[in-house]
């Protein structure tokens, strides 16, 4: 399998759940094998998923950010990422990471023995789990981990030994996790998300319109400060900051898609001054927008 084949960027909803399928509904879980400085902004930008994800950096050392923690990891380290957590993944440099995503629900039924003491616990636990090949344990679920991986590169008519070998994965999670403590943490976490993605899709929805920090707060019913909070937690940034960003990432594509002018791309992506515009669009893209539309124009016609 080639690096990046067929997906070099994250594609999500207004809730920043990605919208690429993994799998199909008989066989939920799918390989990829991905270098992040591929992506756009040398980044696979913020996006959450049903399924569990493992990843392994094979090279290189990147950025994870999930929830409010921010971890430096080099070539070596696996991460597992627990069903609906928000992630992002930043590389400055090529980064190689095989990974894989998939439904629990292909391990074991929801309604069986196996999913309600070995499964489910293990999703009602930590947002993320790091794996070091210091700790014996870890090392041999990052041996694990890359042996389903070698199965995906080299045969055909895996299915079987895939499951045989996440089952294996999945039980070695278990036992070198601490599952003990029950705190409400969870739950908590649930809500906050439900509460920043309520806010993310209002923010998509109209940023072409002028959007203050009330408006954004009116949406879930709570302070500016508790917003503010929401969101750097999170994502590790403000509302207004990430309002803006969103609008430079729409205006960079209707630079692209379109022939209209860069003061009129400026005012439907909600900007009212093109100077602005100009000078924060550059600050991200490190180009003019005119020099942007150029250069990507370019590719798209290739």
């Known amino acids: 399998m080639k690096i990046n084949e067929g997906y070099g960027k994250i594609v999500t909803d207004e809730s920043l759940r990605e919208t690429i399928p ?7 879980f799918r390989y990829y094998l991905e270098d992040i400085w591929q992506f756009d902004f040398h980044c696979i930008d913020w996006h959450w998923h049903p399924e569990v994800e493992f990843v392994l950096i094979e090279k290189g050392t990147m950025e994870l950010l999930v929830g409010s923690e921010r971890y430096t990891l080099g070539a070596g380290t696996g991460i597992f990422i627990n069903s609906q957590v928000i992630h992002r ?9 095989p990974n894989m995503v998939f439904l629990p629900s292909l ?5 069986s023995l196996i999913y309600r003491d070995y499964i489910r616990p293990v999703l009602d636990g930590a947002e993320c789990l790091i794996f070091s090949a210091d700790d014996p344990g870890q090392r041999m679920i990052l041996d694990t981990m890359a042996a389903v991986f070698a199965v995906q590169e080299t045969e055909k008519d895996c299915e079987i030994k895939t499951v045989e070998l996440l089952l294996k994965l999945w039980r070695m999670v ?8 029950k705190t409400s943490g969870p739950q908590s976490s649930v809500r906050t998300q439900a509460q920043l993605q309520i806010m993310l899709q209002y923010i998509h929805k109209n940023y072409p319109y002028q959007i203050s920090l009330d408006d954004i707060a009116e949406t879930v019913a709570l302070s500016k400060s ?7 937690k999170n994502i590790h940034t403000s509302p207004i900051h990430y309002l803006v960003d969103y609008r430079l990432k729409r205006a960079a594509k209707l630079l692209v898609t379109t022939q209209s002018s860069v003061s009129a791309i400026a005012r439907d ?3 009212e001054n093109v100077g602005y515009f100009c000078r924060k669009f550059k600050e991200v ?3 003019t927008p005119g020099e942007y539309r150029k250069r990507e124009g370019g590719k798209e016609n290739r």
């Open 269 to 271: 992506s909600g900007f």
């Open 107 to 111: 391990l074991s039924s929801e309604d």
């Open 226 to 232: 508790s917003v503010l909070g929401i969101f750097h």
């Open 89 to 97: 993944f930043e590389a400055a440099e090529s980064v190689i990471i």
């Open 285 to 287: 893209f490190r180009v």
């Open 22 to 28: 993994h799998g199909s509904e008989e066989y939920p």
């Open 174 to 181: 278990y036992e070198n996790t601490d599952l003990t403590e």
